[in-house]
């Protein structure tokens, strides 16, 4: 019989494995493995989806849960809908589940039982099987009226896209970075007595996170909605995400203060990480298309569901990006006017999926170069150079 263990060969073999064993231990303790930190305050960078995916080759879904308000049903009417003087918003009233009503008292309201049945959802969260992130419910404001809204009604629309969108200003009436007029700072005040008479006595009015585009006219309008000051005790701070603004190109309405300016004009502020100093992606001379700004909604919305936990969360945007919001989720289109607000209920899930890049993965920004303006077009215009050449993104 040959004695195995005895054979040279195979001792040198098993000597050569506790080594190797040994020494990838004591690898690990000298170069532990570093754990991919997720920061809450990143919306307009790459989603960590596949650091966060459990299991391999997951997606993240995003879809608008039908059936909470009007506004998602295919049977409203979006013409002369006006959700300021629509019953709690378009909240549709319901009885959500038995055990929903069992629990709050008889006087609760119908955001008393909203509040309930979304937070009920959630706990389908703790059954991994499901393979659900989470439900959310976004307020998307659009800004009220501003001075580059009096300028197109003052100059007509051509004279208005083709020159003086444009200019900074008139002289009279400043365009750049427009701010509310006195009318839309009117309006925005009417938004908080709304919102106030709609959720003044339950739990949802103060939203448990504001975030906002970076252009004044949406600052001020969530700051005039919510009365956002420095009181005590202070609501979250909003928050500043480069993605959530407007399309960009050519006017100069939708361009961005720097941020040591935004942070003087807007002390109660934070901004997200990595925030430039400078407007990294307005130019003078093309505009963003529509593809890339329905990217940016998707990658503002992977991100949030990712890296934060809150449920109820008031958005300052624009009409290009509440429109983008709900086509990447499903909902169907809805027109949200100046100075309006529309809340959408979105469910976060996995999916497996065998593509080895998320679809937000391959997001490339992109621009159209034409506006259709021939005699007074200045995009001939010597001064409107760009001062960033933006192929370098593509
Ligand atoms: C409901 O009734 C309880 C007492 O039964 C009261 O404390 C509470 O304020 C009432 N809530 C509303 C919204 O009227
Ligand atoms: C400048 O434009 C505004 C509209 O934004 C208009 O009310 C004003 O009269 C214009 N000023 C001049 C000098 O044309
Ligand atoms: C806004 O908040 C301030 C400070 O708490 C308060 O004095 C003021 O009355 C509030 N304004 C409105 C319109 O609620
Ligand atoms: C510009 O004109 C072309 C051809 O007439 C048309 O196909 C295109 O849709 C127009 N673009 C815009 C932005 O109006």
Redesign the pocket.
Known sequence: MINLLGSRRVRRLLFFIAATVTLFYLMTIVFPEKKYEISPLVFSGIPPTRFVAPGRRKNLKLENVKGFFLQDLAETMEDHFNVFQTRDFGLIPQDYSIDITNKLPPNATQWDHFQAEILRLNQEKLTTMLGVLGYKVLYLFRPSESWHHTGESFYGKESWECLWTRQDGNGTAQWIDAELTPTGIDGA?YL?KSWNKHLGSTNLAMPELFLSSPLSRAADTLIHTF?L?F?NPRPPSPIFVEYLRESFGVDTHNSRRSYTTLKKKYPLFEFEEEFSEFDPLWTSYRDETDESVLHRAKIFLENLFLRRNEIFIAIATHESIIKAILEAVGHRPFPVPIGHMIPVVIKGSWFKSWDPRTEVEKYKMFYKRNRNCTELDPVTDPDAEPEVDMDEFD
């Open positions: 005040k908080h009365n000051t009181r």
